[in-house]
């Protein structure tokens, strides 16, 4: 089993919505914080936004602050991205990621990455 499993992406047009959602195993869940990031072709992979293990802090990516949340749900081990008027520069791939680390913008400070999924704005 996949320790993170992203899904929900798709094609959206501008200024559409889009949630995503990240499946991970119940010891990841429950002993890491939890990360979106993303990456669009020639650019490396940047931090979206983070919630701590307790879901008590969320942290957001200057970018997206104001247009994206982040929500945990333990009862099915569970993490969200809900995003908001999206633009064309949202559109990449985005990685659902865990680490113990309180950097929560630093890519390399996170152990275990989800395999993708795909964001498409349409203009």
């Known amino acids: 089993q996949a320790q993170l499993v992203e899904s929900g992406g798709g094609l959206v047009q501008a200024g559409g919505s889009l949630t995503l959602s990240c499946r991970a195993s119940?010891?990841?869940?429950?002993?890491?914080?939890l990360g979106w990031f993303r990456q669009s072709p020639g650019k490396e992979r940047e931090f979206v936004a983070a919630?701590?293990?307790?879901?008590?802090?969320?942290y957001f990516a200057d970018s997206v602050k104001g247009r994206l949340t982040i929500s945990r749900a333990v009862a099915d081990y569970t993490v969200h991205l809900q995003m908001n008027s999206l633009q064309p520069e949202d559109a990449a791939v985005y990685y659902c990621?865990?680490?113990?680390?309180?950097?929560?913008?630093?890519?390399?400070?996170?152990?275990?990455w989800g395999q993708g999924t795909q964001v498409t704005v349409s203009t």
């Open positions: 990621a865990a680490g113990p680390y309180c950097a929560y913008t630093e890519k390399t400070k996170y152990y275990a």
């Open positions: 919630i701590k293990r307790d879901g008590r802090s969320t």
């Open positions: 119940r010891s990841v869940f429950l002993t890491n914080h």
